[in-house]
């Protein structure tokens, strides 16, 4: 397995001219961070679908939690776009942790954060940001991934000054070991996808709990699960923003999590490029490395031509989204642009590791192989997120926007 040999993902300041020299370092600063720290435990958590019960703390030591979170509060102070580099430095060596990472400090962290009160902060930002807690967000449900608004089932009641929640969540990401989780539940009915609330719940609270831990094709060693909640008593102090508002809250989050997806396919698509540059060197075939054969060569330019047009719109829907106000966007160009980017960094990062496999022939149909693991991994980017389909929706929604009010 080789980590170290080529410059082509290791030298940043060559790679991303359009970065200046704060996000450069920040860049370098995660990926520096997670080469040294975290690509060693990638092996064992793909194996065993193993947790390693250190990572967070370490990644919080170093300072690459609460990136988008004032510095009051244990946080960075830095805006989206520096969250995005973290991720993407991350996720070059360390795929699964930056998953779960993102679960943790992007629907977790960032959304208390912009969408919580002043006491909700104090309280579980800074646990957060050390990663001394680990959070998570619950908005899918068995009957609820696509349509997760309209056929949530999930049920809050008012009860004096508690909430008591109903229902059922699936594919939580962080789910398992989760302390802190953000949860959609419906505490009005009626009103359909205007009647639903966010609560924070605490893993400890009455009612609540881990139903099973699922076993996934990638990204293994995150931890995916079921959560379950049976009269599941919550403070009501932990009701997140307005009753009935939390619609604003997911369509926010989910602009926010879709630019952040991108960076992470990068990542995953400039390390795959890497590996394949190297192989391509040094495996011999008709007494000749395979890199000197055209049809490598082809492959080869094309996924450098995918990876770079990636990072391209990856850093400009960064950008963007960075000026996302609380409770902006689900609708208008932002909306259209973050589901454009997640969709396209999707698709071109499945292509690429497609590609990458192919250079590697049969040593990339290994399960244990680098390749391998990050070939099995790459489906969710167009599954997660909202799937290609309702990213496309969402496009076309917003291109024909005219017509269907006219209509
Ligand atoms: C590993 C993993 C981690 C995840 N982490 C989280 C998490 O942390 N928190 C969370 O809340 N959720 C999480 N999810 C859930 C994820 O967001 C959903 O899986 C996703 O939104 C799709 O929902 P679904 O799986 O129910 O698929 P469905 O909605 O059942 O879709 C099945 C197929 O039908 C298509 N389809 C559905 N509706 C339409 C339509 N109107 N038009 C055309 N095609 C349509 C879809 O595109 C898809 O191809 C995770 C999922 C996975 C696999």
């Known amino acids: 397995m080789n980590s170290d040999s080529a410059s082509l993902i290791g030298d940043n300041r060559r790679l991303a001219f359009d970065l200046d020299d704060e996000q450069l370092a920040v860049l370098d600063q995660a990926d520096r961070f997670a080469r040294n720290e975290l690509y060693g435990l990638s092996e064992r958590m793909d194996a065993e679908e193993w947790w390693p019960p250190d990572a967070f703390a370490k990644i919080g030591d170093n300072g690459l939690f609460g990136v988008t979170i004032p510095d009051e509060y244990g946080g960075a102070g830095m805006d989206l776009m520096a969250a995005g580099l973290v991720l993407q430095g991350l996720g070059r060596w360390n795929h699964a942790l930056a998953l779960a990472w993102l679960a943790h400090e992007n629907l977790c962290t960032n959304n208390i954060y912009r969408n919580g009160n002043e006491a909700q902060r104090r309280k579980y930002l800074p646990g957060l940001c050390s990663g001394r807690m680990i959070g998570a967000l619950g908005l899918t449900e068995p009957g609820a991934g696509s349509d997760a608004l309209g056929s949530m089932r999930t049920t809050a009641r008012r009860d004096g000054d508690h909430y ?5 969540k699936i594919y939580i990401t962080n789910g398992p070991i989760a302390d802190v989780l953000l949860i959609y539940a419906k505490t009005d009915k009626a009103k359909g996808a205007h009647g639903i609330s966010a ?81 391509a060197q040094v495996r011999q075939q008709f007494g000749k490395p395979i890199g000197s054969f055209q049809m490598v060569q082809s492959m080869l330019a094309e996924m450098y031509v995918a990876v770079e047009t990636m990072r391209t719109f990856t850093y400009r829907t960064l950008a963007a989204a960075a000026q996302l106000e609380v409770g902006g966007g689900g609708r208008g160009d932002i909306h259209m642009l973050t589901a454009a980017s997640v969709m396209y960094a999707a698709e071109a990062c499945h292509a690429v590791l497609d590609k990458a496999v192919q250079v590697h022939g049969g040593s990339g149909y290994i399960w244990e192989s680098e390749i391998n693991r990050l070939y099995r991994s790459v489906k969710l980017m167009e599954i997660g997120a909202g799937t290609t389909e309702v990213r496309k929706m969402i496009i076309a929604g917003e291109l024909l926007k005219d017509m269907n009010r006219d209509g």
């Open 164 to 168: 008591v929640l109903n229902g059922s």
């Open 199 to 279: 609560f924070i719940v605490e893993k400890d609270f009455p009612g609540f709990r881990v139903a099973q831990k699922l076993e996934k094709m990638g990204y293994r060693g995150s931890q995916t699960g079921e959560l379950v909640f049976e009269e599941c008593r919550v403070p009501a102090e932990n009701l997140v923003g307005v009753e009935n508002r939390g619609i604003a809250i997911v369509m926010s989050g989910l602009d926010l999590e879709r630019a952040m997806v991108s960076p992470l396919c990068l990542a995953i698509a400039e390390r795959a490029l890497q590996l394949s540059v190297d192989y």
